[in-house]
């Protein structure tokens, strides 16, 4: 997976930022709660950061679009890296 570069974040954001990342994965195996307890977790927040979800057609996969504050390009790359192993992803953008 090709991460975005860090000189790339700090040219198009002004850290901190709200940051927004859409994870896409199997709508089974509480996906969605995984995705909000790594984020929580890297980013050490006491509740879920502001986010949304969307089904597909028959169900089979959820797109969780996810804003939290970030403080740094280094916090967006950790947050990618602790995201991109997850069981059940299918896409990470």
């Known amino acids: 997976m090709n991460l ?3 000189d ?5 954001h002004s850290f901190p930022c709200h940051y927004t990342f859409k994870v896409i994965g199997y709508a089974d ?6 995705v909000l307890s ?4 890297e980013l050490k927040l ?3 950061p502001p986010f949304s979800l969307r ?10 679009t996810i804003e939290p504050l970030c ?8 947050v990618y890296s602790r ?3 997850m069981d059940g992803l299918v896409m990470l953008l």
């Open 46 to 48: 006491e509740s879920d």
């Open 83 to 85: 995201l991109s192993g």
């Open 55 to 64: 089904n597909t057609e028959h169900g089979r996969h959820v797109a969780v």
């Open 71 to 78: 403080e740094s390009s280094q916090q967006v790359l950790a």
């Open 29 to 34: 195996g509480n996906f969605t709660a995984r």
């Open 4 to 6: 975005p570069a860090i």
């Open 38 to 41: 790594c984020v929580r977790d």
């Open 8 to 12: 790339l974040l700090e040219k198009q």
